[in-house]
């Protein structure tokens, strides 16, 4: 079973770019690759995920301003979510899932502020 970090800055201004990572190990496999987000007092909401052919799939509601991608070589995928304002502060987790709709296996999560 795999097991999932996620990196990046407890902190951005509004109007930046959140940048995280998620470190799969031992490898990342045939698995699809999720970002999930849970903002205080809201439920789980689905952010997007890429397969391991590279194809991404986004939450309507924030396709505009998310990108997934895969960093195969440090067995790492990224989420970059640009625009961000407070409405965007929340825990960030990356979660493995066997297919769609699936979420199998989760990161510990990562709090994101949204603040100047």
């Known amino acids: 079973q795999v097991q999932l970090q996620e990196s990046g800055p407890g902190l951005v201004k509004p109007s930046q770019t959140l940048s995280l990572a998620c470190t799969v190990s031992p490898a990342m496999g045939n698995y699809y690759w999720n970002w999930i987000r849970q903002s205080p007092g809201k439920e789980l909401e689905w952010v997007g995920l890429?397969?391991?052919?590279?194809?991404?799939y986004y939450n309507p509601s924030l396709k505009s301003r998310t990108s997934i991608s895969t960093v195969g070589s440090k067995n790492q995928f990224t989420l970059q979510l640009t625009s961000m304002t407070p409405e965007d502060a929340a825990v960030y987790y990356c979660?493995?899932?066997?297919?769609?709709?699936?979420?199998?296996?989760w990161g510990q999560g990562t709090p994101v502020a949204v603040s100047a």
């Open positions: 890429t397969l391991s052919s590279g194809h991404t």
């Open positions: 979660v493995a899932g066997s297919g769609w709709g699936r979420f199998d296996v």
